[in-house]
């Protein structure tokens, strides 16, 4: 609108007025094409979806209550067991905390390599940096499951693939979110570190870390808190901890629902714990950084 | 006075450094202590046993290449040749590979000198440079060879089954039939199968070459062929692929339309009343607290295995999670937009979309569009779970344990494809929001 008025040349009201509209309209025209593509687009899709799902979605809506009605009510019944349930399936929890915490580590001291290898301006190597952004990027897209599957039919069920997959996806996806903090940290003291002689990693360590942790813990607890879940889900699929116990439940069916519920329980009670603590400790810490 | 006033800020500066070289050295030794537990925890000493080599040398060498089986069943005499030992790569009657020769006596050249024949009366002879002609001889379910007492580490023999491996090739022998693999870098039959017209045809005679098959055209047949290629099933797995960013799109915009009213109701600013503030937020921790792997597990009972129930998995998880992020972003709108609104004498809906909806949908597009691409990857996983997209496909081809080469496809496949949605999110930002930088 500014370069119109600007133009130089007097114009009507009547102009003005008459060029704005159609420009609204047309923008209102572009609005509605899109809105309307994208409604067409989930209208289809959801029939796809629905044609090719084993059964369909309504029927199955009604279901939807079905099982966790059964489940519940097992477990109601025999509520006395529930404690002791919870009880026997507590080290397998620890074992998908372990899992996350373990990968977590893992992934930030990878993340915080990749990060700074692949910013402009830290880069040990100028010249490599695209490499450590492509290296992160591809190390991001690799679903956990891929890895997990794999190193399972190599190395056998257990924590240890779990661990190594979700540690590869976490180094690369917070290797992209901590070189977004790096970007913006101050070069000065870097520049200041260089002029006494020191080393890169002396450089990075004193100069940069300092700046970008608050930063980089946030995220890592943010991460810790997707990893559980990812650790729970791969547990399903074979590489042990909760998760595993849950499949195993499952595959009783009726008759050892409780067994399921006491998993559920316990599955449900430490994403919220960890998803209360992180997100306290993240408050905390990026309020601290506006002091 | 100054000189007490010294001693004490240097003692608090003392303390405080104190403090800090605990702390610098509390924590990694605390984080180191922890990983050297869960180094026993885990069990990573006795990881080498459990490890299995001789798979991960398997998985190595048949993802990049494959082998052509050639078996002769020693109760019929009948000689078959196929790409994988698989019905659906056998060479069609009266073909067989160049390295196959004569009919009497079948020679095998398995390249580097190292040759196999097939003998009449199920009598098989293999030479091996630098090692004496071995002949076996199989009658009823036993063999019996000319092989010394001591063995190089590369035969292994009883009277029951030989196992010969040499750099070329494997060869087995039992008394029900006598088998030999060679190896072949590359993936078999990928564009086209044998009995397809187009196999072994160079990119230029389909191109413009004579017409191969009198009843089609050449390019028609050769996409038609290629796309229902028995062996790598390309019209499926593509079909796989749809469906799995059709997961990750219908529960992502599934998930934000449901969650933006209700974020409405969460936040501060907008709901007036405490309870039906508090019960929102509530039913979004809810949600996200069950989280994907058990929603995924109770809506499979009811809606059966397929993309629909991956869908709504992923929907009903991130309603939680958009909700908060949200109602978030809704409590940080600026009130003074929304004041100029109503001063137009705007009514309170026409305040919300003009005054409100423009400040967050920024925001809310960034984190939908940041979903859109993790969820491409959930649903991944999520299909491994209740059977549907790719993640099955590389379950079912894993689980197998047999095409590697299948497995490294559908691998390539899937990073290719979190990375083009990845890209395809950060356009779509771009031309929707403007571009971060």
């Not at chain 1, 006395?80 to 349930?85: E, I, N, Q, Y």
């Not at chain 2, 026993?40 to 060498?61: C, E, K, M, Y």
């Not at chain 2, 072994?200 to 038609?224: K, T």
């Not at chain 2, 400040?359 to 491409?376: D, G, R």
Request: aromatic letters at 10%; hydrophobic letters at 45%; proline letters at 5%.
């Amino acid at each position: 609108m500014a370069d119109i008025s600007a133009g130089g040349a007097p114009q009507s009201v009547g102009n003005i007025q008459s060029s704005y509209k159609a420009q609204v309209q047309r923008r209102r025209l572009y609005g509605g094409l899109t809105i309307l593509i994208f409604v067409v687009l989930m209208v289809s899709g959801f029939n796809i979806a629905d044609d090719r799902n084993a059964g369909g979605f309504w029927e199955g809506l009604h279901q939807i209550g079905h099982y966790p009605a059964d489940v519940l009510s097992e477990a109601w019944e025999k509520r006395a067991d529930l404690p002791g349930l919870i009880a026997k399936s507590f080290p397998a929890l620890v074992e998908t905390i372990n899992i996350a915490a373990v990968s977590t580590l893992i992934g930030l001291v990878g993340g915080i390599f990749l990060s700074l290898l692949g910013t402009r301006g830290l880069g040990k190597w100028p010249r490599l940096i695209p490499l450590f952004r492509r290296i992160s990027d591809i190390m991001r897209a690799v679903p956990e499951i891929v890895i997990a599957l794999v190193l399972i039919f190599v190395l056998g069920g257990g924590p240890v693939p779990a661990m190594i997959a979700i540690a590869f996806h976490t180094a690369g996806a917070l290797g992209k979110m901590f070189s977004e903090v790096a970007e913006n940290a101050d070069l000065k003291p870097v520049e200041g570190l260089a002029s006494t002689g020191a080393t890169w990693s002396q450089r990075m360590l004193l100069g940069v870390l300092p700046q970008v942790a608050p930063n980089y813990i946030s995220y890592s607890l943010l991460r810790f808190e997707i990893n559980i879940r990812a650790s729970a889900i791969l547990g399903f699929v074979g590489a042990g901890g909760i998760g595993y116990e849950l499949r195993n439940a499952m595959a009783w069916g009726p008759g050892r629902f409780d067994e399921a519920a006491a998993i559920f329980i316990l599955l449900f009670g430490t994403i919220v714990f960890f998803d209360q603590v992180s997100s306290r400790y993240r408050n905390r810490l990026t309020e601290g950084q506006g002091q | 006075m100054t000189a007490t006033y010294l001693s004490l800020t240097k003692h608090t500066a003392d303390k405080l450094f104190q403090r800090k070289r605990l702390i610098g050295f509390g924590i990694p030794a605390i984080i180191f202590a922890y990983l050297v537990c869960i180094f026993f925890v885990f069990d990573l000493p006795g990881l080498a046993q459990r490890a299995n080599i001789d798979n991960a040398v398997t998985l190595a060498s048949d993802s990049w290449s494959h082998k052509v089986h050639v078996t002769r069943d020693n109760r019929s005499g009948e000689i078959s040749y196929a790409v994988e030992g698989e019905r659906k790569g056998r060479y069609p009657e009266g073909q067989r590979p160049d390295w196959v020769s004569g009919d009497e006596v079948i020679t095998i050249d398995l390249g580097g000198d190292n040759i196999v024949r097939y003998l009449p009366e199920n009598r098989t002879e293999i030479e091996v440079p630098g090692f004496p002609l071995i002949e076996v001889q199989a009658e009823g379910r036993s063999l019996t060879s000319n092989l010394p007492e001591d063995l190089p580490d590369w035969i292994s023999a009883s009277n029951r089954r030989i196992g010969i491996t040499t750099p070329e090739g494997r060869i087995t022998l039992t008394g029900a039939r006598t088998e030999v693999f060679n190896y072949f870098p590359g993936w078999e039959l990928f564009w086209f199968t044998l009995d397809s017209p187009y196999h072994d045809q160079s990119l230029g005679s389909i191109l413009f070459g004579e017409r191969l098959d009198p009843e089609r055209g050449n390019i028609a047949g050769a996409v038609s062929d290629w796309w229902h290629n028995k062996m790598w099933r390309h019209k499926d797995v593509a079909w796989a692929i749809g469906e799995t960013i059709l997961m990750a799109f219908l529960g992502t915009m599934g998930a934000a339309i449901l969650a933006l009213p209700l974020a409405f109701l969460a936040a501060k600013r907008f709901s007036p009343f405490m309870l039906l503030r508090a019960s929102t937020r509530r039913v979004f921790d809810f949600v996200r607290g069950v989280d994907a792997l058990i929603w995924t597990v109770v809506l499979v009972r009811a809606f059966g295995p397929g993309p629909l129930t991956g869908t709504l998995a992923i929907l009903i998880t991130d309603t939680g999670t958009f909700g908060k992020i949200f109602s978030e972003a809704l409590e940080n709108v600026d009130q003074k937009q929304i004041e100029g609104v109503s001063s137009t004498g705007a009514n309170p809906l026409q305040c919300y979309r003009f005054g409100v909806i423009p400040q967050v949908v920024p925001v809310l597009l960034a984190q939908i569009l940041y979903f859109l691409e993790s969820n491409t990857r959930s649903a991944t996983i999520i299909g491994a779970i209740t059977g549907g997209g790719i993640g099955l496909m590389l379950t079912q081809a894993i689980q197998t344990q047999k095409d590697w080469e299948e497995v490294a496809y559908y691998i390539v496949l899937i990073v290719f494809m979190v990375m083009f949605m990845d890209w395809f999110s950060g356009w779509l930002r771009g031309k929707l929001i403007g571009s971060k930088d």
